[in-house]
């Protein structure tokens, strides 16, 4: 079972995105935790074999901000910019509860973004910490078919600074991402969807709430020898409105906006490691509903862009393999 990818759920991190000034929450946040297209590189709801395993993943997201109230001049689109790299760790101790497989995950990443002119913004530093205690996954007897769930905190420990607590990469406040995976893993196949929602807390500065945002992300490849492809999609989109605070007076940047994304995927198991790359384009993105500004303009926007993914993984220990690299394969079954 190919199992390089599901590491880089965490990450997560994939928080890259976080350096747009789009109007469909606080500003200084990119709209979500999570960058769309993080788990594409081979998450399944499957799990490996019990042990350690480590993971290095790095991306970049050349993008610009669109939709009817994004900043240009003489007609320029704005660019963003975000260069990431994220280093996790995921256990499975060999574990079962009501029939399923236990696992947990951790990924630290780290992020250098920035935003063009007329926004004129550059951050750089540690993004929050992203940790997933429990996942279960359920193996559905010989039919191929596997369910996975599980709950991913982004904890607010990342750099922050400014007076909203939003002038570099991290966010001041919890988000909370449960998740419902669906796979199917039989001869060589893996066309996997992963859903999974944000649910944050306020920003423990300024007491606004930024809506929820809702991630689906599918994946269909082929494992032929060594070698892994096929297509990959996503879908990335706000589902609920926020809710302000005393320090914006009530005021409440009301957006709605919708992703969807479509590209490819290659992989290369090596044995001691699992390299896979991957590549998004998100060709439909637009946002809408914006009121903050002035009676009837639309001061939604949201980024457009393109994505490129690559992860290497790696298992450190295996129960039969106590010292040194394992003597097989670490992500077949």
């Known amino acids: 079972m190919n199992f390089n990818g599901r590491l880089t759920a965490a990450a997560l991190a994939v928080t890259a995105a976080s350096m747009t000034s789009a109007n469909a929450f606080e500003f200084g946040y990119a709209g979500w935790a999570q960058k769309p297209g993080i788990t ?15 993971f290095d993943q790095v991306f970049t997201y050349q993008s610009n901000i669109v939709g009817p109230g994004a900043p240009n001049i003489g007609g320029a689109a704005t ?3 975000a260069a990431v790299e994220a280093s996790g760790l995921l256990w499975v101790p060999g574990w079962t ?3 399923a497989t236990y696992d947990a995950v951790i990924v630290q990443p780290w992020i250098m973004a920035d935003v063009g002119s007329p926004v004129n913004i550059q951050q750089a530093g540690m993004h929050n910490t992203y940790i997933v205690p429990a996942e279960l996954s ?10 996975k769930t599980g709950l991913g905190i982004y904890v607010p420990n990342g750099s922050i600074s400014g007076p909203a607590g939003l002038s570099n990469v991290g966010n001041p406040w919890w988000t909370f991402q449960p998740e419902f995976v669906v796979s199917y893993l039989k001869d060589g196949w893996n066309l996997t969807a992963n859903l999974f929602q944000e649910i944050n807390t306020s920003n423990s500065i ?9 991630h689906a992300e599918f994946t269909a490849t082929k494992t032929i020898g060594n070698w892994t492809v096929g297509p990959i999609a996503y879908y990335a989109g706000q589902v609920t409105n926020d809710t302000s605070s005393a320090f914006y ?3 409440i940047n009301v957006n709605r906006y919708n992703i969807w994304a479509g590209g490819g995927l290659v992989g290369y198991n090596f044995g001691p490691a699992a390299l896979t790359v991957w590549a998004t384009h998100e060709f439909s993105s637009n946002a809408s509903g914006g009121t903050a500004g002035p009676p009837g303009i639309d001061t939604a926007s949201i980024t457009k862009g ?10 450190l220990w295996a129960p039969d393999a106590p010292e040194g690299p394992p003597k097989r394969p670490m992500f077949t079954k």
């Open 97 to 99: 509860f009501l029939g």
């Open 306 to 315: 393109n994505s490129v993914f690559a992860n290497l993984s790696f298992r």
């Open 79 to 81: 660019p963003v910019h």
């Open 206 to 214: 300024t007491g606004y709430r930024s809506g929820d945002v809702l």
């Open 249 to 251: 007076n009530g005021a």
């Open 40 to 54: 594409l590189g081979g998450g399944t709801a499957g799990a490996p074999p019990p042990g350690l395993y480590s």
């Open 138 to 147: 359920w193996k559905l007897g010989d039919s191929g078919f596997f369910i």
